[in-house]
């Protein structure tokens, strides 16, 4: 049952990451409904630790993307008659979120939003060889994991 709703979890992340200004992103309002808080407290908790947000995890939309956003994306309907512009952040940015909610449910939130990020880069910038760097790491990762969890002669 637990990996059912994985899949499920991952399956629904995947469809709200949106591809803006060449940055594989997700919007504030679809964070905030994953973490089960308010936008508005999301985004209050973004400011109040805007120290922990450089600019490459996190920008604001135009008026022009916003529109775009909302005449392409159904789910995000809700926001043509908002006046504000949302918040749109990147893999990191997203996950640090989970961090300064402090919530138990964005703690466990944050977690599935590594799922689509493993699948070799769909979230995050998928390099040429990616494929071969992660069968490269695994096995150096399995390798070492043995060395160390062979018992010592002494």
């Known amino acids: ?10 399956a629904n992340i995947e469809t709200k990451i949106l591809l803006i200004r060449g940055q594989k992103v997700m919007l504030d ?4 409904e994953l ?5 508005k407290r999301l985004n209050e908790q973004m400011r109040r630790n805007i ?5 490459d995890f996190m920008f604001r939309l135009s008026a022009e993307e916003k529109a775009e956003v909302v005449a392409n994306c159904d789910h995000l309907a809700k926001l043509k008659y ?6 749109a952040f ?12 402090k919530s138990d449910r964005a703690v466990k939130s944050a977690s ?5 990020s493993c699948n070799c880069g769909r979230y995050s910038h998928p390099t040429p060889n990616c494929r071969a760097n992660w069968s490269r790491l695994k096995r150096t990762t399995t390798s070492n994991s ?3 969890l062979k018992p010592s002669i002494n």
């Not at 049952?1 to 991952?10: F, G, H």
């Not at 120290?51 to 600019?55: A, I, K, Q």
């Not at 940015?93 to 300064?100: E, I, K, P, S, T």
């Open 1 to 10: 049952m637990a990996v059912k709703q994985a899949l499920v979890v991952a």
């Open 29 to 32: 309002a679809d964070l905030a």
């Open 35 to 39: 973490y089960c808080v308010e936008t």
């Open 51 to 55: 120290e922990r947000f450089p600019e």
């Open 82 to 87: 908002s006046p504000t512009l949302p918040y």
């Open 90 to 101: 990147t893999e990191h940015g997203a996950l640090m979120l989970g961090n300064v909610l």
């Open 112 to 116: 599935w939003l590594c799922v689509p």
């Open 146 to 148: 043995k060395q160390f």
